[in-house]
């Protein structure tokens, strides 16, 4: 069918007016780009090409590698120590106050007075350090987040090892032989336990027919026949180790009254696991002997060193 002039003249009108709403389109959106751009601060920036960084620097006239360089403090890094370790002076030892830091662990940081003012002063005393920095390139230490990750592992394992030497320590220094606490503790002449030549896990029962025993034969020695002194010494050293053995720590301030109720109930509360009673008097008792034991072994340790150079 063909196309009448009617026809063709409306196709291209309808043409026109395509061709003229797309430019009105586009002349639309490039004009609202430009005032976005220039309005809104969208405006495009040059991205500068990467600048290299030196590998040295002029220090005193000198060529120094920036690897050398001192690294610049971290603010984060000294309020972390200070409000952790901060009445023992972490802070002012990262930020090189030496002197003040030695007062201040020595004195609780000025018995904490002095760890309320840094609070206030650690952004100055940061800044001090990083000024002496000899050039601008020197980069943070970034110590903050390695002391985050760090520190609690290291504070685990220091009060680990301090519990350990605290509960431990004299356990194993008699456990080795170095020293018989239980000599000491019980006050006899050798280990209770040898004394009246009964095992540690022994019923109370056996202890006291053991006791009896060694008391009997003791009594009916010559040496009881010949001197009455050291009779009683060797009755009173099975009494101190059967006391020991059956009160665990002995307490002689207290009345006999309350000893032999405490006893009583030990007894019943004692397991076989358990042959001390209880375990806080106890866990006293061999630091004390371990003290007595260093004490004693000091003396005659300067005994023997004056008696060698000094005589």
């Known amino acids: 069918m063909a196309i009448t002039t009617t026809e063709g003249n409306e196709l291209q009108v309808l043409g026109l007016a395509v061709v003229a709403i797309w430019g009105v389109y586009q002349t639309l959106r490039w004009c ?30 000198r060529k120094v590698s920036v690897e050398h360089l001192i690294q ?14 901060g009445l023992v002076g972490a802070h002012l030892f990262y930020t ?18 002095g760890w309320c003012l840094d609070f206030l002063l650690i952004p100055t005393y940061v800044g001090a350090i990083n000024r ?26 220091i009060i680990t090892v301090f519990l350990l030497l605290v509960f431990r320590l004299p356990s194993f220094l008699h456990g080795t032989g170095l020293v018989d606490l239980e000599q ?4 006899t002449a050798g280990n209770p336990y040898v004394i009246l030549e009964v095992e540690r896990d022994t019923p109370p029962e056996d202890v006291r027919k053991a006791y ?20 009683k010494a060797k009755k009173q050293n099975l009494k101190k180790a059967a006391d020991f053995i059956l009160n665990g720590v002995p307490r002689s301030a207290e009345p006999q009254k309350e000893k032999k109720a405490r006893r009583k ?21 061999e630091w004390d002997a371990l003290g007595d034991e260093i004490k004693e072994g000091s003396a005659q340790f300067a005994k023997n ?4 150079y000094f005589s």
């Open 32 to 61: 609202c780009s430009c005032c976005c751009r220039c309005c809104c601060g969208k405006r495009e920036v040059p991205v500068p090409p990467p600048v290299a960084q030196p590998d040295s620097v002029q220090v005193d006239g």
């Open 72 to 85: 610049t403090k971290d603010p984060r890094t000294a309020y972390f120590l200070w409000l952790t370790l």
């Open 96 to 113: 090189d106050r030496l002197l003040h830091g030695v007062l201040a662990a020595c004195s609780g940081n000025f018995l904490g007075v």
């Open 132 to 157: 002496q920095v000899p050039a601008e390139v020197a980069r943070p230490d970034n110590s903050c987040r390695r002391l985050c990750c760090r520190l609690p592992l290291i504070c685990g394992v």
């Open 184 to 187: 000491r503790i019980a006050g």
């Open 212 to 231: 009896s025993s060694q008391l009997r034969d003791v009594e009916a020695s010559k040496d009881c026949q010949a001197s009455n002194k050291a009779c």
């Open 265 to 285: 109930s030990r007894e019943r509360e004692r397991s076989d696991d358990d042959p001390w009673g209880d375990w806080s008097d106890h866990l006293k008792a």
């Open 305 to 308: 060193v004056e008696k060698d």
